[in-house]
């Protein structure tokens, strides 16, 4: 067998895939995530602020879990920075090949980590062996390699890193190390089998069977010791057809999306990346978020829930959607994608309330935004308590038509925990990663967010051609911000059929279709045509909600139905697709095999559907 095929082989005795408990193993992370993002402290200068409100002097709630980590590992004995055995398989001297394994061992093929390794590469049994020593001094530095280890096996991901599509920032974190504690905290890995088969091409050896026994030691040692921070998420609808539950990434059933103009908070889509904030009662009671312009010379504002709700309050009707969205369709058109594989349903709308975030702005002392931004002040930047963070232009956050607002409640209610409780960003027409959940913090900066939401290849739709990420200077290209144009069915059914049993393939029958279209920027959806037959001919739906939205501020979506003929097909089913008309007159693309790009963005292709007949 190839090293790969060993590989799938021997895996699950240590990869669970079972999400809700991987590896059963409690990564070293765990407590201080746990507490910074659970419980919502975050320490600066040694002052404790519950409200999460000094990210912005600190390193973001991820980052501080990371900085815990690194020091609970070198506190450890060598659970990924050294071994603590001294033996024939010490680490090589300083003038000894870093990629070299430890005397005795096999020699390392030459194609391991560039190309398949099934091809003619010796099986993982024959690979060398290397000591958690080796492998950490492949940390990037100096021209080394990147390495990393899994499972005890060895990876050399040098040339992955810009193409993580967490970011190479985060993926970096491991470097020369083990992967086990950062997966732990990062689920969606075990949500496919895209990861390890990305891993496979990788391959340059095994570790230690001594370095991974203390690795999985450790974590044992601590999962008795440190609270998983998935154990308190919420809980949610059965209905939500689930992608991955740690961390809760999940859509709308196909039937419930045009069940409701405005979503029920319970159905609403879910996409996390990491575990849910849980704030206890006297945190809620003292939850603030700061508003700061200190960049600009005007200080911090801290602003209470009480001080937002004393504010003019404002409800906007909006759709989210992931930007992601039917990034299965990209997986059907050509090469398999990163990330989760939604259908149609990672979109949903909910009426939200809140105070319009220019209003808090100008309370923080911004009278002027066109003259902030003539001073380069060009970005509203968002932190969360979650440590995610993104950002808008000035131009939106401050335009009295953008309707952007700091939302407290949904759809009547106080937001739920799984849609950004207590307080979430609301920026309507614009991709849902930019409306972030659990703000804790928004500033005023000459440049847009730090991180691999704002600046990564995340949010980035790269050229169809474009397979590595890092053959493009992805500063220069902008991260996905206004939405684009889009439609999808829900319910197909043929109206007319009765116990016609003469009808074959080729005949035409008249079917009834519902479904939905939106578009982003607050464009009005002026028009839905249906085609029965491949593209041929098309019937115009009749928009029945939404149709009479304000001119320019169209934030949420349109519901139609249409009768229309279709062409039996000689499958026996009928086949119909949908396509979306703006009010300027931008089209939905027939096919989104000129948009195929390696994060799986922006699939706004006609949307088809087949339905069996005879």
Not at 245 to 251: D, S
Request: with cysteine.
């Amino acid at each position: 067998r190839c090293a790969a095929t060993s590989l799938r082989g021997r895996l699950p005795r240590r990869l669970n895939t079972d999400t809700s408990r991987p590896h059963n193993h409690r990564a070293t992370i765990v407590g201080a995530y746990s507490y910074a993002s659970q419980t919502s402290s975050f320490h600066s200068g040694g002052t404790s602020h519950p409200s999460g409100s000094a990210i912005a002097d600190s390193a973001s709630a991820y980052q501080t879990a990371a900085a815990a980590a690194m020091a609970l590992i070198a506190a450890s004995g060598g659970l990924v920075l050294s071994s603590s055995s001294a033996t024939r398989n010490e680490a090589p001297d300083a003038h000894q090949n870093l990629a070299e394994p430890h005397p005795g061992a096999h020699p390392m093929p030459s194609k391991a980590g560039t190309d398949n390794i099934c091809d003619g590469a010796p099986s993982l049994e024959e690979m060398p062996v290397y000591r958690s020593t080796q492998v950490a001094k492949n940390d990037g530095s100096d021209g080394r390699p990147i390495w990393m280890s899994y499972g005890g096996v060895v990876y050399d991901v040098t040339g992955f890193i810009a193409n993580h599509p967490g970011g190479s920032e985060k993926i970096l974190l491991a470097s020369g190390g083990a992967l086990e504690p950062w997966w732990y905290l990062y689920r969606q890995h075990f949500a496919s089998d895209l990861p390890m088969r990305m891993l496979e091409k990788m391959i340059v050896g095994r570790l230690d069977e001594r370095d991974q026994a203390t690795i999985d030691d450790q974590m044992e040692k601590e999962a008795e010791k440190e609270e998983d921070p998935y154990d308190r998420e919420p809980t949610r609808h059965p209905r939500l057809k689930v992608h991955s539950e740690q961390p809760m990434n999940a859509e709308v059933p196909q039937d419930a999306i045009t069940a409701s103009y405005i979503t029920p908070a319970e159905l609403f889509y879910i996409r996390h990346h990491h575990p849910v904030p849980l704030l206890d009662e006297d945190e809620i009671e003292t939850y603030t978020v700061d508003i700061d312009l200190s960049a600009y010379g005007k200080g911090t504002l801290e602003l209470s829930l009480e001080d937002l709700k004393k504010m003019d309050k404002e409800e906007i009707t909006t759709t989210l959607q992931c930007s992601g969205n039917r990034r299965s369709g990209f997986n059907e058109a050509g090469d398999r994608t990163s990330g989760t594989t939604w259908g149609q349903g990672a979109i949903s709308t909910a009426k939200w309330g809140g105070v319009r975030l220019k209003d808090v702005l100008k309370l923080a002392g911004l009278d002027d935004p066109i003259k902030a931004e003539e001073e380069g002040y060009e970005n509203v930047c968002f932190e969360s308590l979650d440590g995610m963070s993104a950002s808008i232009g000035i131009e939106k956050a401050c335009n009295p038509y953008g309707d952007a607002i700091l939302a407290y409640e949904m759809n009547g209610e106080p937001i739920p925990r799984d849609h950004g409780f207590p307080l979430r960003v609301i920026v309507p027409g614009y991709s849902a990663v930019r409306n972030v959940k659990w703000v804790s913090r928004i500033a005023l900066s000459k440049e847009e967010a730090e991180g691999p939401w704002q600046r990564g290849l995340n949010y980035k739709m790269l050229p169809p051609a474009v397979r590595d990420a890092g053959t493009v200077d992805l500063t220069k290209m902008p991260s996905m911000m206004e939405a684009s144009l889009y439609s999808g069915i829900t319910e197909v059914g043929p109206s007319d059929l009765g116990e016609d049993a003469s009808l074959k393939p080729g005949d035409k029958v008249m079917a009834k279709a519902k479904g939905w279209a939106w578009a982003g920027g607050g464009r009005n959806v002026v028009r839905v045509d249906v085609t029965g037959d491949g593209g041929k001919t098309w019937s115009t739906a009749n928009i029945t909600e939404g149709g009479d939205q304000k001119f320019g501020r169209a934030w949420a979506w349109v519901f139609w139905t249409c009768d229309l003929p279709a062409v039996i097909g000689e499958d026996g089913k009928i086949e119909l697709a949908s396509k979306a008309v703006d009010f300027a007159f931008n089209h939905q693309p027939e096919s989104c095999a000129h948009a195929w790009n390696v994060r799986g963005l922006g699939n706004n292709e006609w949307f088809r559907t087949s339905t069996p007949v005879l």
